[in-house]
């Protein structure tokens, strides 16, 4: 049987399992199978590249064992550490984890179009564009995402920031193209390899200097861009290739990327070049409003009694709830609250936690039935009939600041509506600000107050008052 017939049978099926794989991960009922069936094609896909070997020209065949040796090598290496993380990585570091392995896949098409330019196979006007163009956005992805995960795992703890820092980055970024004009034509007297490795040095820096000035509010659309930048570069090889799989998954992935990213933003009320380009976050940018009233602690066990007799609570989940791993003691109390006859749901900012998906995710684990979870479009006309509204570890997305304050960093983001809740309940650490910088006007309005502490240690409490509330109903009756 003719192994590039094989190929390219196993290229189309694979491409098949890529789109159908992300058509099942569009809901969250479906999304575990959609993984699945990507998965599958990807391996389909790994295993009939190795089938290229048959078509290896007999001048290359010496080095055909050892090139071997390495892709396998490579590829166990690749599968044990997917494998160990995928298996030990808590919640609170998935975004890490999605930042860290979308930029292997940048770095990847980045090392694809090294080779190519190394070997001098882009070897038509075409194609070696095509290459250059791949090489920078690869690699862009690459460094643009190891900071983002340098960023989201606090080893950057601040963001970098200079006078004239958009004007700098463009300089870097035409140097790039410069150089990589050069590589295409030519310059008399250096050696191709020099100006390659010249080439991507200064991608790489572009990507570094691009996403330092970020702050952690944007990490989400910042994931979700580069996502779509390494779908584009992955595509791009594809074409150089000449791999269908390859092309067509990278165009997925990439025009899948694209639309998150904007959704994304539009959730925030900016573009994405307001996200690459300001100073989200920056305390010069802070609100000078001076906000009324005070914060008003109470008891987990007060609040707990108060949701207990409620007709309807609606539940905010933020970072907050994934940092103290609180996902599994929400849902028991949930479940606490509905066997008292309470109608309870859960509402979800589209750009809460640190990835995109991160709140959804976090509940899935913890068993959440998804006809429970609401979006905000489809749940934010309910709060101001709802008795209780109850936020974990949420901060911006619920600041009424973004509905009345001009000035606010945040004006014009779209909000979950909080405060229109008769009663409201904010568990936090402390009376830190959120990721904007800004003070949020919720925490200090008269139908809220504060619990304080750990999310975890506070839902125990609560969990133990509405107990002890129902033992004490049967022992007087």
């Not at 990807?42 to 020209?57: D, E, H, P, R």
């Not at 109470?298 to 609180?326: C, F, H, N």
């Amino acid at each position: 049987m003719n192994p590039a017939w094989i190929i390219q049978t196993a290229d189309f099926l694979a491409a098949f399992l890529f789109i159908y794989g992300l058509k099942r991960m569009s809901s969250p009922v479906t999304a575990r199978s959609g993984i699945h069936v990507a998965g599958y094609g990807m391996l389909l896909a790994t295993l009939a590249g190795f089938l290229y070997v048959f078509g290896i020209s007999p001048a290359a065949a010496p080095h055909l064992t050892m090139n071997l040796g390495l892709a396998v090598g490579a590829l166990l290496v690749g599968v044990a550490w997917a494998w160990r993380g995928g298996k030990t990585v808590p919640l609170t570091a998935m975004p890490q984890m999605v930042a860290l392995y979308n930029g292997m896949g940048g770095g990847a098409a980045g090392a694809i179009a090294a080779v190519e330019l190394l070997g001098g196979k882009a070897d038509n006007a075409i194609h070696l564009t095509v290459t250059l163009v791949g090489a920078v956005i690869g690699s862009v992805s690459f460094s643009g995402s190891l900071i983002a995960w340098a960023k989201l795992d606090g080893r950057i703890n601040k963001p970098w920031r200079i006078r004239g820092q958009v004007v700098l980055n463009s300089i870097v970024l035409l140097a790039a193209l410069a150089v990589g004009l050069a590589v295409a034509v030519g310059v008399a007297g250096v050696p191709t390899h020099v100006l390659i490795g010249l080439f991507f040095g200064i991608a790489l820096l572009y990507g570094v200097m691009l996403t330092m000035p970020i702050g952690g509010a944007d990490m989400p659309v910042v994931i979700s861009l580069y996502n779509a930048l390494t779908g584009l570069a992955v595509g791009l090889d594809g074409f150089v290739l000449g791999n269908a799989a390859l092309m067509i998954a990278g165009m997925v992935v990439g025009s899948a990327g694209t639309l998150l990213t904007l959704l994304m933003a539009r959730a925030m009320n900016r573009s994405v070049s307001n996200v690459l380009f300001s100073h989200f976050g920056d305390v010069s940018l802070e609100s000078t409003g001076e906000i009324k009233g005070r914060m008003k602690p109470v008891e987990a066990s007060d609040a707990a009694v108060t949701m207990r007799y409620a007709g309807k609570v609606i539940i905010v989940p933020g970072y907050g709830l994934a940092a103290a791993q609180a996902q599994q003691k929400l849902y028991e109390f949930v479940k606490t609250l509905q066997a008292a006859g309470v109608e309870v749901k859960f509402a979800i900012h589209p750009v809460a936690g640190r990835m995109p998906g991160h709140m959804d995710v976090l509940l899935a684990e913890a068993g959440v039935p998804y006809d429970l979870i609401f979006e905000l479009e489809d749940v934010n006309d309910e709060f101001s009939g709802t008795d209780v509204a109850l936020v974990i570890g949420a901060n911006d997305v619920v600041n009424p600041a973004a509905r009345t304050d001009k000035t606010s960093p945040i004006y014009g983001m779209p909000i979950l509506n909080v405060d229109q809740a008769h009663q409201v309940y904010v568990i936090k650490r402390g009376q830190g600000k959120g990721y904007a910088g800004v003070e949020n006007e919720l925490f200090f309005a008269d139908n809220t107050n504060m619990v304080y502490g750990d999310a975890r240690e506070v839902l125990v409490k609560m969990i133990q008052a509405v107990k002890e509330l129902g033992e004490g109903s049967e022992s007087a009756a």
